[in-house]
Structures are given as C-alpha cells and as structure tokens.
C-alpha cells in the first residue's frame, strides 16, 4: 500500500505524539464503516496515552452500531445535533484532527466550516476517489481496499505500537474494525481483496468475536424496519427492461413504519439478487434533499452514474448522491436517466 512508507507512519506517529487535544471525525450520517474506524482509532489513541482525545460526530449513528460506540465513554463523545457549542468548541481546542472515511469537508455536514477554519494539524484516511490532499499534513489514501476501516487496520498494524501483531490491538479497536470492514463489504459480499481476508483472519486470530458481531448487525433490528423492508421489495421497487431496480422512500412511508437511521442499511443490495438486475438504486426523502444510494454487478459502474447524474460518487460497484427535488418528482427523474445511463454509457 504504496501511502503505508516508513516516512508516513513516523509523520503519523509523530503528530499522534505530539497531540495533546486529539479530535476524530467523520462523515455525516455515519455508516458501520464510518464507526468502526472512528472507534477504533479512538481506541488505539488510548493506547498512545492520549487520555484527552475526543470522537466528535455530526449525527447519531444507528442503534445497531450501538455495541462499538458505547466503548466510547459518554464524556469523550460529542454528538454536534444534540450538543452543537461543545462540539464547534471541541474541534477550535483540538491540536490534531484525525480525518476518517471522507475525503472532503462538505461530507460532515455541520462540521464542514470549523474543520476548513480550523488550525489543527489533520490527518486523512479514506478509501473514496479524489481526496484533496493539500487540506491534511498527512494522507492516507486509497480507492481500491474495502473500506476506511481495513486501511486503519494496515496503518495500525505498521506502527510501532501494534509492530506487525493484531494480537497487541486494544479488543474494542479491533472489533470495531471488523465491524466496519464487515458492514462496508456487505458481509464480504463487495469490495473484497486478499489484503481484506488477511485482515480478517488477524482479527479473529487476535480474539474478535465475528459471531457476535453478525448477531448485532443483523439480528437485533425492530420488527418495524422487517416490515419496512417487506413494503419496499413488495410495493416500492420497479425493475426496469435495461436491467435497473429502483425504490423510492417518502416521508409518509418513513413516518409509518417508524424508521430511525441506518434502518434501511443495505436494502439498496436486496434487487441485486435478480438474475437480469446489473444495478439498484434507492432514493429516500430526508431533510431538504433526497439521498441516493447506487449499487452494480461487476462489469456495470454505480460510481460513473452517480457522478453524471445524481451529483455523487463513490466506488465502481457502490455510490451514493443526492438530489434537489420534490420526492413525487424522482421516480420519473430515476426512470429517465437510468435509461440514458445503460443505453448510452453501459452498452
């Protein structure tokens, strides 16, 4: 992994050392993988004796990720919705920024300006396309490995501290990587390479319980977000005859079957199991916008439509945009541009 060099992981340990008011971040809206990275490197910063560090988030992540996060003791962790002076005050103290699973400000929604203004050295490791590198003095990054989660794990593994052996990671800091790496993979369903399985295999190795973490991220939901998955594979996807699924989620149908975030985590993945499907698309309604997530079979690219045409990007086999119009309009938007993409750019 050509930006794991000895210079990077000594800059990197360095910065870490020199730190005395360490603060993570990450995207808005937090993924499993977008947590498991965060926590992890929350706990490896323990291990460094960095006792005033902080895990600072622009939104709640979903109650499923709950077992990770409640590693995190309650006064380390800000939440900016609920607590939006301590955590602009948080981020104006901090002396290190540690940058995880985005690779641009805008993506941490209320954060994007203190972290732009900021005067605290910051470090980036994210697995997305284009990171602007000349906002970090220090980056990590790289496209084609899992997830955020698996490059911790790597830059982890390099430094001094950890010296080659996942045995001597903290158990929280690496079940929190398994948990990210596992969710972003979709159970090892997407993005998978060797360095991915080998990371695995350290992990258990060194004690994690996969089992366990299976058995929160998959069966510990509401019955309501069972019966919200039901509703959307029975009244609300369409496949269309260039091979595109599409669901698009109103308030209304939110609202009724009592969604909280994360509860349609991984739905966007189901039409895939459709033989003649080669790519998914979710729309769902949220506050002022309507947030799309894109996911294909290999040889069909999520990434290059969300680009052209859901003011987005991602990954080749998984992206994610928005768009900025009434909800009732979408589906006819999906429909349109779905067809001008397999019929003129998938050919």
Not at 50 to 60: I, P
Not at 262 to 289: C, H, Q, W, Y
Request: glycine share 6%.
């Amino acid at each position: 992994m050509k930006d794991i060099t000895p210079d990077n992981i000594e800059t990197f340990a360095r910065l870490i050392e020199e730190a005395r008011h360490p603060v993570i971040v990450t995207h808005a809206k937090p993924d499993g993988d977008a947590i498991g990275s965060s926590v992890a490197m929350f706990h490896f910063l323990g291990l460094c004796g960095k006792d005033d560090r902080l895990l600072v988030l622009n939104d709640n992540c979903p109650r499923f990720l709950g077992f990770i996060r409640e590693t995190v003791p309650q006064e380390a962790l800000i939440i900016r919705e609920e607590k939006q002076q301590k955590a602009l005050e948080a981020i104006e103290k901090a002396d290190l920024i540690i940058c995880l699973d985005f690779h641009a400000f805008h993506r941490t929604g209320g954060l994007e300006m203190p972290l732009a203004e900021s005067k605290a050295k910051k470090i980036l490791i994210d697995h997305h396309l284009d990171p602007d590198r000349s906002l970090y003095n220090l980056s990590f990054s790289k496209n084609d490995i899992s997830s955020a989660s698996e490059f911790v794990f790597w830059i982890l593994m390099a430094t001094p501290q950890i010296n080659g052996n996942a045995q001597n990671l903290p158990l929280a800091c690496a079940t929190a990587l398994m948990t990210g790496m596992t969710t972003d993979t979709n159970n090892f369903g997407n993005s998978v390479y060797p360095s991915t399985l080998a990371m695995a295999s350290d992990l258990l190795s060194a004690g994690v319980d996969r089992d366990m973490i299976l058995q929160k991220i998959n069966q510990e939901h509401s019955e309501s977000r069972l019966r919200l998955k039901g509703f959307m594979l029975k009244d609300l996807m369409k496949v269309t005859k260039d091979g595109v699924a599409y669901m698009v989620l109103d308030k209304k149908a939110q609202y009724g079957y009592k969604m909280q975030e994360g509860d349609t985590e991984g739905f966007v993945n189901e039409p895939l199991s459709i033989g003649k499907v080669r790519m998914s698309i979710f729309a769902r309604e949220d506050s002022g916008e309507v947030r799309i997530s894109i996911r294909s079979k290999r040889g069909t690219s999520a990434n290059k439509c969300a680009k052209l045409f859901f003011n987005g990007g991602g990954h080749e086999n998984a992206a994610g945009g928005k768009l900025f119009m009434p909800i009732s309009e979408v589906e006819e938007y999906i429909k349109k541009h779905a067809h001008i993409y397999m019929t003129e750019y998938e050919k």
